[in-house]
Nanobody, 119 residues
């Protein structure tokens, strides 16, 4: 069982930045055979959850809407994934979720962190 805990959300003005963190309870979460993918998703009320950015095997992937503004990174020693979000706009307002799919394809979700861009 892997627990994921997101943090770093909050209220920011348009054009501002935030950095989200997702800490996994398991050790060596990014070991080659231990994981399939780890990614950030977001969801606006009434809409489907959508991929923002993440690690899929040995590659990274970004939604077109965030390319050039968001950057995903990870720290294997801390079992942590980050999402640096720059030049935020109202359209980025959502609950951001961390997702992890293990090597055996078991899937886990965090509880989410709210990002609100307003002002």
């Amino acid at each position: 069982q892997v627990q994921l805990v997101e943090s770093g959300g909050g209220l920011v003005q348009p054009g501002g930045s935030l950095k989200l963190s997702c800490v996994a309870s398991a050790d060596s979460i990014f070991a080659v055979k231990a994981y399939h993918s780890m990614a950030w998703y977001r969801q606006i009320p009434g809409k489907q959850r959508e991929l923002v950015a993440g690690f899929f095997g040995g590659t990274t992937d970004y939604a077109d809407s965030v390319k050039g503004r968001f950057s995903v990174s990870r720290d294997g020693a801390r079992n942590t994934m980050y999402l640096q979000m720059n030049d935020l706009g109202p359209e980025d307002t959502a609950v951001y979720y961390c997702n992890f799919i293990a090597g055996n394809m078991a899937e886990y979700w965090g509880r989410g962190t709210q990002v609100t861009v307003s002002g």
